[in-house]
């Protein structure tokens, strides 16, 4: 190209306007705006007491066209709000996680950084965002208020009491930096933006697991609570403990696959919830686990089997063993296990 054409298409594509007061202002087109379908403008003003005005004006209009060029500056008008939203429409998550994502989003995003626009997501209002979630879960702002018993219509009593600043837990802050990196990880693979904020900014340190099992003679006065109460629950709290599995890897053992002639039980399914949705999907980390049980699991859930078995009978059906649908699972087949 010569230097002639070079300079007419730098003129198309941007422009350096004298403002009343003086000041030069560089526009350069960045293209549309992959939300709003609106053109999108980057660039600067320089001061009209800049020494060299005009060929200062020239070298800003050639550094934002480089700029563009090489596709490092924001590419939308797009706010954080409607990135996340854009982003939890096309992720693959468990329903039940993204339903946390999006009370995440509600409840703590959205309220603080939600109108904030993509260009101005810089590090230090990121930083500046996640320093007020370890401050207060309120975000109260550090202004004077009242924690209501409840949000809806109330008479204010005792249980209404001067607001105290409690900042949201780790994991919380941990999982809301999830939300906004795997966001702008995909604004810059959309050529949003062109480079993620959060690179800079590491989430909180993981909190050390501080699990405290009841001891081995609370242990035994829970299962033998349990088993005077129902010796369904008996034995569903009896797995719980020889096995270490969850509430849903247990209510997702189906009775195909447990052997009880070798004493293995094959953990490959799990009944999740989702508010009042109960639905099957893949265990933690989706690796199935066998384990092999002890002679007195064996024993317990022989007895579960039969118990079921003439439960069944009673009511004219049969077990299924091959079935996953909840309530012909394994242990959740008797009526009266609890679903929490
Ligand atoms: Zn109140
Ligand atoms: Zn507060």
């Not at 997501?121 to 007020?132: G, K, M, Q, S």
């Not at 989706?286 to 039969?306: F, Q, W, Y």
Request: glycine share 8%.
């Amino acid at each position: 190209m010569t230097s002639r054409g070079r300079r007419s298409d730098q003129r198309r594509r941007g422009n350096i306007e004298t403002l009343r007061s003086g000041a030069k202002r560089i526009r350069v087109y960045n293209g549309l705006d992959p939300v709003t379908k609106k053109p999108i403008y980057v660039g600067e003003t320089v001061a009209a007491n800049t020494p060299g005005l005009d060929k200062a004006a020239e070298r800003a209009l050639i550094r934002w066209l480089k700029t563009v060029d090489d596709q490092k500056a924001p590419r939308t008008n797009a706010t954080v709000d409607e990135l996340i939203n854009a982003f939890l429409d096309v992720i693959d998550i468990d329903r039940g996680t993204l339903r946390g994502w999006r009370n995440k989003q509600k409840n703590h995003i959205r309220p603080l950084l939600g109108e904030t626009s993509l260009k101005k997501a810089h590090p230090h209002v990121l930083e500046t965002f996640f320093a007020e979630l370890r401050r207060c879960r309120k975000h109260c702002g550090r202004q004077p208020q009242v924690d209501h018993r409840t949000p809806r219509q109330h008479e204010r009593d005792h249980r209404c009491v001067r607001h105290q600043c409690e900042g949201l837990s780790t994991s919380s802050v941990r999982e809301i930096h999830t939300i906004l990196n795997g966001a702008f990880g995909r604004a810059v693979v959309w050529e949003w933006l062109g480079a993620n904020p959060l690179d800079q900014v590491p989430p909180p340190e993981a909190p050390k697991p501080n699990p405290q099992p009841p001891k081995t003679h609370e242990a035994a006065q829970l299962i033998n609570k349990a088993w005077r109460n129902d010796p369904a629950w008996g034995a569903c709290v009896w797995l719980a403990f020889t096995t270490g599995k969850r509430r849903g890897d247990l209510c997702g053992l189906r009775i195909s696959a447990v052997d009880l002639e070798s004493g293995v039980a094959e953990f490959g399914l799990v009944i999740k919830q989702d508010g009042r949705d109960i639905y099957t999907g893949d265990p933690k980390g989706k690796r199935h686990t066998r384990v092999v049980l002890d002679p007195e699991t064996v024993e317990v859930l022989r007895e579960h089997l039969a118990r079921c078995a003439a439960l069944a009978a009673a009511a004219g059906a049969t077990l299924d063993p091959e079935t996953s649908e909840r309530r012909r699972s394994w242990l959740p087949a008797c009526p009266s296990v609890p679903d929490h």
